[in-house]
């Protein structure tokens, strides 16, 4: 290598950003069974909300089949536990347990492959990206969406969804990576909506998303987002299994028929 190309050298070849999306975010782990098979794997992820799920879980040494049968009998009234409002509408302890339970890894330094994870700094209203130290925290904050949960309080700071900020992620990873590929479960679809508290809320923040998303979805070298998406509630657990097949085949065709794979 001249001295040129080891000045310019970047940490990783391959980074992949997941956004948020909710239960749609397991479409993730679908997107990635596809792009095992075409023998390409990430050497840095980075997640947002229910991408820094998936990204922990995948990360931590789980395939991506794997990640789907751990949520199939996981409903969100069962994650969740409704209580009288005091910063939010539901307590997440009961998903923090099951995360916890299955997580191998404690901390950012014990997985298999290094993760960064986006959550929102409530006090002083910033972006903030951990990679190091106690893992489960992060990643829960990353998922506290405002009002409907109660903000993950670390090192006495109020932490809510990374998604408030940066829903793709893809920014946090773009300079340490040769190519990124980015894989967004919350394509913006102004679809038919039932009118419950859950969906009018997940339908707001959904548009509050979409501005933040454009900057780094410009960002990504391959940019993947599974079709019909908008078809799915943001809760919608039962679906779960349905969402990873469509993030799975809807990639397969792409790389199939559309992507040249020197780009990765």
């Known amino acids: 290598m001249d001295l040129a190309n080891l000045l310019n050298s970047k940490p990783y070849r391959i980074g992949i950003a997941l956004s948020g999306g909710g239960i749609k975010g397991l479409c993730h782990a679908g997107v990635l ?12 992820l980075s997640g947002v909300s229910a991408g820094a799920v998936v990204g922990a879980l995948y990360a931590d040494g789980y395939s991506p089949d794997e990640i789907a049968r751990l949520f199939e009998d996981i409903s969100f009234r069962h994650m969740t536990k409704i209580q009288i ?10 998903f923090q347990k099951f995360l916890t339970k299955n997580l191998r890894a404690k901390t950012f330094e014990d997985l298999k492959i290094p993760l960064r994870v986006v959550a929102t700094n409530l006090d002083k209203g910033v972006s903030v990206t951990f990679s190091r130290g106690r893992l489960i925290d992060p990643v829960i904050a990353s998922c506290c969406v405002p009002v409907l949960f109660i903000p993950k309080v670390i090192g006495g700071v109020h932490y809510v969804d990374g998604g408030v900020l940066k829903n793709f992620p893809v920014s946090t ?13 919350s394509p913006m679809v102004a ?28 960002l990504c070298d391959l940019l993947i987002e599974p079709g019909d998406m908008g078809n799915y509630d943001t809760f919608g657990v039962a679906k779960g ?14 790389l199939e028929n559309k992507v040249d794979t020197r780009l990765v």
Do not use: W
């Open 191 to 218: 679809d038919k909506y039932k009118p419950s508290i859950m969906n009018v809320a997940a339908r707001s923040y959904h548009f509050m998303f979409k501005a933040n998303i454009l900057h780094d979805k410009g």
């Open 33 to 44: 069974k596809a792009l095992e098979e075409h023998g390409i794997k990430p050497d840095i």
């Open 85 to 94: 409002p005091d910063g939010g509408l539901f307590k997440i302890d009961a």
């Open 241 to 254: 299994r349905e969402i990873f097949e469509l993030g799975y085949s809807s990639t397969k065709q792409m």
């Open 173 to 185: 990873i773009r300079d340490d990576c040769d190519k990124v590929i980015g894989i967004n479960a």
